[in-house]
């Protein structure tokens, strides 16, 4: 009887046992892992605090572009939208955008109709470069063909520190009907 005992706890009770202990001790290895992980993440995310310093927020435009904008609210009627810094590809047919390469070009202004087409692109011209002779903005020649092919008028305009919105309003109404130029 004895015999029979000890080979029941032998070969039944000792294996389950031996089972239970391993996974007890595996899951305290794991859990131990764990809370080291825990850890160096809270030690490394407390180490980046200390070392990275909170920057102060920048205006998305500067002063110039800025008063610009609002001289422009000024002199389009009621009913038309302007967007600052739109991407020139932006502009034209999703199916078109990768054939043209036009990621670097950046259309300073460009103003909707209520129905959201495009109305008229402005391109700002920095006041030293405008005293020059040769007037050039930021979009390419690149850009500023193929705007001029899908007949999307482009207003070059030098910045300023203040905005004569009279000169403002007939500058636009040149450049989006060119019956004015004759």
């Not at 000792?14 to 001790?25: E, K, R, S, T």
């Not at 131990?32 to 990275?52: D, G, P």
């Not at 939208?81 to 955008?97: H, N, Q, T």
């Not at 405008?130 to 930021?138: D, L, P, R």
């Amino acid at each position: 009887m004895f015999n029979t005992i000890w080979n029941f706890i032998s070969n039944v009770i000792f294996p389950i046992a031996v089972i239970i202990i391993a996974c007890f001790l595996i899951f305290k290895y794991a859990k131990f892992i764990l809370n080291k992980t825990k850890v160096n993440q809270n030690v490394a995310s407390e180490n980046i605090k200390k070392t990275v310093k909170p920057r102060k927020a920048y205006s998305f435009l500067n002063k110039h572009m800025i008063g610009f904008l609002e001289a422009l609210k000024k002199a389009l009627p009621d009913g038309y939208s302007i967007y600052p810094m739109v991407g020139c590809a932006a502009l034209f047919d999703k199916f078109v955008r990768a054939d043209l390469n036009l990621a670097d070009d950046i259309c300073d202004f460009v103003v909707f109709d209520k129905n959201y087409q495009v109305r008229l692109v402005v391109d700002m011209v920095e006041i030293s470069i405008a005293e020059t002779k040769q007037v050039t903005g930021h979009l390419s020649d690149k850009a500023i063909k193929y705007l001029k092919e899908v007949e999307i008028p482009i207003l070059t305009y030098k910045f300023a520190e203040h905005y004569n919105i009279d000169e403002l309003r007939y500058a636009i109404a040149k450049t989006v009907n060119p019956l004015l130029n004759a």
